[in-house]
């Protein structure tokens, strides 16, 4: 399959209008046009401002994303045939996208342990046997997980439900993703979330972008950058794999770049998986030689100088090139082109939290902001791209499995009840204790736990291990063949611009919108906010502190919100106001740190040790053009050439030390599993790196996490790539 030489452009042009042909023209304009959040990235757009505007109000604002997952929920109801015809034999053999396109799921469904195949269940039958179970087991023996496409008051209620119940297993699908971000930044600037709006990185001449390829996850964020070079600003490029959108994007809301593309990258440097700290501890070290720290900056807002001050004097040059893979020089670049910079946006996505070192990596990017006084201050700062369009909401709404403690004195006041103390698991912590026996219900709502979840024969045995699992989604997933229980039950679920009620979603720039929902597609689903006070009312009864009745409201729902959840007050008064609005204390803007000692702080890491054996190489799991996190639209990624995603991407350098040719099956094995019948295919990613597709190269990925995110190390993986593969 031929590589296209940039990202954007007709191809994206001719993809939507393919999809407006399947699914009507008027269809998939007025759900592009309905006041609805984007149901794909937390970039942000739609909601009160109207369908296809940022938040900057600017239009059109809409991508191939975007559109993919709107047209994923006009599909054709799932026939009741369906599930007769195909039983977990064979849906296990499904690929992620056959499942994902065989049709909305619109009637509960069930299977117990003898079962083949799931079956049609009543909505009655399915909530009564949740709740039954809910009542015998131990409150400590269950999880509750929530994807980041859920709203704020599914997400809210769902965590007071298991914390009324009596437990602290509340987790997300964000422990796979950006928590790394959440505790580094924490950590260092005392809050965990972005400290810039999108107005500030459209006004910003440097723009940072380490680990991440937003071209293919966050699409309308290349106007930004294309805005930041056409204003004569750079865009430094951080990332083991050269992206092709990330080289060169042609924008197609914008003739000129749609007609002669829009060179991205400035710089574009090909560190080591795993050498982000060297490098980073390199460019920090190289701005101290030329004397460009901000010492006034430093004097007032930072504590922790002194201690980092001598790490980058103490540490050579040797130990930075061999820890990053990258010579001084091209970091000396790199400093040249930020100590030019006036206002710099730091901006990472995943190749920096899937580290052992997560936590780590992200604090060694808030070192170097600091050291120029980049955070603080208009134009200027630090900002996780995060995945799900409301990743960050849940997390507010107290999906953790400890609360913030004003969220939790405030909970336990508005309700007058003392909420449980035992220390709740994070979501890598309530698989393992499934996979041990420690757990006996599950509840997702939303996303695809065993397809996310890395050691994929782990997760099966785990989610095996269950008595019961409940699964509220829109479509079928890898989960739903594979993460069974003793007994399962899939539940549909309404799509955000299906809701009967308004829902609310908070981007990665910390601005919350207001959705106004839509009428259903499909007779049979309901929205998650019914199903869940339902099973609480069931549960626990109308005579406690909640009236679970009343909750079914989400205008209810949202006036608990705005008395709990920090920052959110002004929620109480949207249904009546229509006023989106930035979340209160989130954006950094002055010289105040929400940190014990109100300045930011510089921690110190050691370069990590580069993972490396002999005759292994360093795999990274990544997600295609043609997917959105677990959810895979095409087989194709259109940005790396590669028509099917049974492949590992190599350097032509490796295939050639390795003996081995393009095109070569291969088998691929790490310390959990392997994967036979690879396809060898050559790539531009940096020699000793390899690349897999995820979620299905998760077979490989260890459980490990990173100990102060728990976030596993998805993006850093030893292989061994072996020839004797059996002939197919
Ligand atoms: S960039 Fe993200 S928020 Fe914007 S339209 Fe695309 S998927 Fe939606």
Not at 415 to 436: E, I, K, N, S
Not at 550 to 565: C, G, K, L, Y
Not at 652 to 661: A, H, K, S, V
Request: hydrophobic fraction near 40%; include cysteine; proline fraction near 5%.
């Amino acid at each position: 399959m031929k590589r296209l030489k940039s990202g954007g452009g007709w191809p994206a042009i001719k993809y939507a209008l393919a999809l407006a042909n399947k699914h009507g023209w008027r269809r998939l304009w007025a759900a592009a046009r309905s006041k609805n959040a984007c149901k794909t990235c937390a970039l942000g757009m739609g909601g009160q401002l109207g369908g296809m505007r940022n938040e900057l109000g600017r239009w059109p604002e809409i991508c191939k994303k975007s559109l993919q997952a709107m047209a994923a929920d006009m599909q054709a109801s799932l026939s009741p045939q369906f599930f007769e015809r195909y039983g977990f034999a064979e849906l296990r053999g499904f690929t992620p996208r056959r499942l994902e396109s065989a049709g909305r799921i619109t009637q509960p469904v069930y299977a117990g342990p003898e079962d083949s195949h799931y079956h049609p269940i009543t909505w009655e039958e399915a909530l009564q046997r949740i709740a039954d179970r809910l009542k015998v087991v131990s409150p400590n023996e269950c999880f509750f997980y929530v994807s980041g496409r859920s709203s704020n008051e599914a997400a809210f209620l769902l965590q007071l439900f298991a914390r009324l119940f009596g437990t602290n297993h509340v987790n997300s699908c964000s422990y796979y993703c950006h928590q790394a971000s959440g505790v580094g930044l924490s950590g260092s600037i005392g809050s965990g979330t972005a400290t810039v709006m999108l107005e500030d990185v459209e006004h910003a001449d440097l723009f940072m972008l380490i680990g991440g390829n937003p071209a293919s996850n966050h699409p309308r964020l290349m106007r930004t950058l294309m805005n930041i070079r056409r204003r004569g600003g750079n865009v430094i490029v951080i990332n083991p794999v050269r992206e092709t959108g990330l080289v060169k994007f042609r924008v197609p809301s914008d003739v000129r770049s749609l007609l002669f593309g829009t060179k991205i990258a400035s710089l574009y440097v090909q560190p080591h998986i795993g050498g982000d700290i060297a490098l980073l501890t390199g460019v920090a070290k190289a701005v101290l030689e030329r004397g460009a720290v901000d010492a006034e900056f430093i004097r007032q807002a930072t504590d922790g100088w002194e201690e980092y001050r001598e790490h980058l004097t103490a540490t050579d040059w040797q130990t930075i090139e061999q820890g990053s893979g990258v010579e001084r020089a091209t970091i000396e670049r790199i400093a040249d082109i930020y100590v030019a910079a006036k206002s710099a946006v730091f901006g990472w996505t995943m190749g920096i939290t899937h580290h052992e070192h997560g936590v780590q990596n992200v604090q060694t990017i808030v070192n170097l902001a600091l050291l120029r006084g980049m955070v603080g201050r208009r134009h200027a700062g630090l900002l996780p791209i995060r995945g799900h369009s409301n990743v960050q909401g849940i997390g507010s709404m107290g999906v953790t499995p400890v609360l913030k403690e004003a969220i939790l004195q405030r909970l336990q006041e508005q309700y007058g009840v003392c909420l449980p103390t035992t220390p709740g698991l994070d979501t890598m912590g309530c698989v393992q204790a499934a996979g041990r026996g420690e757990m006996r219900f599950g509840w997702c709502l939303g996303g695809n736990l065993y397809g996310s979840n890395p050691d994929s024969a782990l997760a099966e045995r785990a989610l095996n291990n269950l008595d019961l699992l409940v699964y509220l989604n829109t479509t079928l997933n890898t989960g739903h063949a594979w993460g069974r229980a003793r007994e399962t039950i899939v539940l549909p679920v309404l799509a955000r611009d299906e809701e009967p009620q308004k829902t609310t979603q908070e981007s990665m720039f910390s601005y919350v919108r207001l959705s106004d929902g839509g009428p259903p597609r499909h007779r049979g689903p309901r929205h998650e906010v019914s199903i869940i006070a339902h099973v609480a009312r069931a549960v626990l009864g109308d005579q406690g502190p909640v009236d679970w009745h009343s909750m079914e409201q989400h205008q209810t729902i949202r006036h608990f919100i705005a008395r709990i959840i920090p920052g959110y007050e002004k929620i109480g008064q949207i249904d009546r106001t229509r006023e989106e609005f930035q979340i209160a204390g989130r954006t950094l803007h002055s010289l105040r740190f929400p940190t014990p000692s109100g300045r930011a702080q510089f921690k110190t890491h050691p370069i990590p040790p580069l993972p490396s054996s002999d005759g292994q190489l360093r795999l990274m799991t990544v997600r295609s053009e043609g997917q959105f996190n677990t959810v895979v639209y095409e087989e194709e990624d259109i940005y790396r050439g590669q028509d099917r995603r049974d492949v590992i991407l190599m350097n032509r350098t490796d295939i050639d030390r390795l003996g081995l040719t393009a095109d070569q099956r291969v088998t691929v094995r790490s310390t959990v599993g392997e994967m036979q019948n690879i396809l060898v295919r050559e790539y531009e990613i940096r020699a000793g790196n390899v690349l897999m597709y995820f979620p299905e190269a998760n077979r490989l990925v260890p459980s490990l996490t990173d100990p102060a995110s728990k976030t596993p190390a998805f993006k850093s993986v030893l292989v061994q790539v072996l020839a004797k593969a059996p002939l197919t």
